[in-house]
């Protein structure tokens, strides 16, 4: 844990590459400490159909984070914190000559209504 769901306008990928951005993210949330780095899943959904305000023209990136329970409010906003400041800085060549909309969401899930089973762990030391 967490997921990682960054949203954003195809036209984002006219500025910057979405891969690297996608890899900023998922490293930002490595460097809180707060999760394991075999925790982490991240993905990017590129949309082609949306508008932001008025404009077809203008772009938009949304992350969320999806969290286990039972992290204090203090450890939550240092994560919200962190993972946006990276996310601002990664896009600030974008934002400074592009309309563009940048934000992020922690939701916290609740641990009765969730279930996972993995085993990346063996699969990681199978491949070695």
Same mark, same amino acid.
């Given at each position: 844990?967490?997921?990682?769901?960054?949203?954003?306008?195809?036209?984002?990928?006219?500025?910057?590459? &979405?891969?690297?951005? +996608? /890899?900023?993210?998922?490293?930002?949330?490595? $460097? %809180?400490?707060?999760?394991?780095? !075999?925790?982490?899943?991240?993905?990017?959904?590129?949309?082609?159909?949306?508008?932001?305000?008025?404009?077809?023209?203008?772009?938009? &990136?949304?992350?969320? +984070? /999806?969290?286990?329970?039972?992290?204090?409010? $203090? %450890?939550?906003?240092?994560?919200? !914190?962190?993972?946006?400041?990276?996310?601002?800085?990664?896009?600030?060549?974008?934002?400074?000559?592009?309309?563009?909309?940048?934000?992020?969401?922690?939701?916290?899930?609740?641990?009765?209504?969730?279930?996972?089973?993995?085993?990346?762990?063996?699969?990681?030391?199978?491949?070695?």
């Amino acid at each position: 844990m967490p997921h990682i769901t960054i949203e954003c306008s195809e036209n984002v990928e006219d500025h910057v590459n &979405v891969d690297k951005m +996608l /890899r900023c993210v998922h490293d930002a949330a490595i $460097e %809180t400490g707060i999760f394991p780095p !075999d925790g982490i899943r991240s993905r990017v959904h590129i949309l082609e159909h949306y508008r932001v305000a008025e404009s077809g023209k203008n772009a938009f &990136v949304h992350a969320v +984070l /999806r969290i286990g329970p039972g992290r204090d409010a $203090e %450890t939550k906003q240092r994560v919200l !914190d962190h993972v946006f400041g990276e996310l601002t800085e990664f896009l600030q060549k974008m934002y400074d000559s592009h309309p563009l909309a940048i934000s992020i969401e922690l939701q916290e899930l609740d641990a009765d209504l969730r279930r996972n089973k993995n085993n990346l762990k063996a699969g990681a030391a199978a491949a070695r």
